[in-house]
């Protein structure tokens, strides 16, 4: 073992770096927090269009958003919703993507999901695996998409593609209709959705729903400006996460790498400290 104040010297970089990755975590959960906290507002609890209905203006808006919501509340048999938006299916704001790949046509360096990589209850990506010593047909899916574990629904396993890559066939390729990338994947991570997945799948020990089940679910669909404005504020929020993801990716790399070289002595610690002197 290296002398004591090396130990030292080696752990707050690691630490360093532990707590940058830790950061980015934190950061990533504040980000969909608030998308999720602007999707109920306008697209479940209707703020906009109630403060409008009260002659209030809706809060923390510019001045031009409130003109694409309506100013009424009308009976629908969802209950109210606003005027003329339209009671719609998942199927109107997104379709099911089925393009199969065998592994012998996977390309060297493709991101791989499985569902083992899909964190719970989240809808930024985490983590990627690499499609190694594949055996069967994947899913290919596109930047943009939305993946939703199909088995096991209840785990609430729905993130954005970040990249295009292939994936497990146990996940779902959605493809939103343009500019509701945020929209859809909302919708799917939402509690209603995942009760609506849970309640039509098939099987007892591994239960699995299908695109056919899901796309009964009914939903309020708004217009297309209030989509495209919803999208216009969270596509920043989606783009800074997964930039925080990969600068996580590389540090845990680089942890992984730094720790067997400094306590082996193959690198000095003067080095390693040079080497990362942002987070050291």
């Not at 859809?184 to 997945?197: K, N």
Request: glycine content about 6%.
């Amino acid at each position: 073992m290296p002398p004591r104040e090396t130990r030292e010297r080696i752990l707050r970089i690691l630490g360093a770096l532990d707590d940058k990755i830790e950061l980015n975590r934190k950061m990533n959960a504040t980000l969909e927090a608030m998308a999720r906290a602007l999707f109920k507002s306008w697209f479940v609890d209707f703020d906009p269009v109630r403060a409008k209905a009260e002659g209030r203006a809706p809060s923390r808006m510019d001045a031009e958003t409130p003109k694409l919501f309506p100013s009424e509340l009308v009976e629908s048999e969802l209950g109210l919703i606003p005027k003329g938006w339209t009671i719609g299916h998942v199927g109107h704001v997104a379709t099911n993507r089925r393009d199969a790949v065998h592994p012998k046509e996977v390309q060297p360096g493709s991101v791989y999901v499985g569902l083992e990589h899909l964190a719970r209850g989240r809808v930024f990506f985490e983590q990627t695996g690499t499609p190694d010593s594949l055996e069967s047909l994947k899913a290919q899916f596109s930047e943009g998409e939305v993946l939703f574990g199909k088995l096991r629904p209840y785990f609430k396993k729905v993130a954005i593609a970040p990249c295009a890559g292939i994936c497990s066939t146990d996940i779902l390729v959605l493809s939103p209709r343009p500019n509701a990338t945020g929209f859809v994947a909302l919708v799917a991570a939402s509690d209603p959705f995942i009760e609506h997945a849970v309640a039509l799948s098939d099987g007892t020990r591994m239960p699995r729903t299908s695109w056919d089940q899901l796309t009964r679910f009914e939903l309020v669909v708004p217009s297309d400006a209030v989509l495209y404005a919803f999208e216009d504020r969270v596509v920043e929020g989606f783009r800074r996460a997964e930039a925080a993801r990969q600068e996580s990716a590389t540090l845990a790399r680089l942890r992984d790498e730094l720790l067997p070289r400094l306590l082996s002595g193959d690198l000095p610690v003067d080095a390693a400290e040079r080497a990362a002197p942002e987070v050291a």
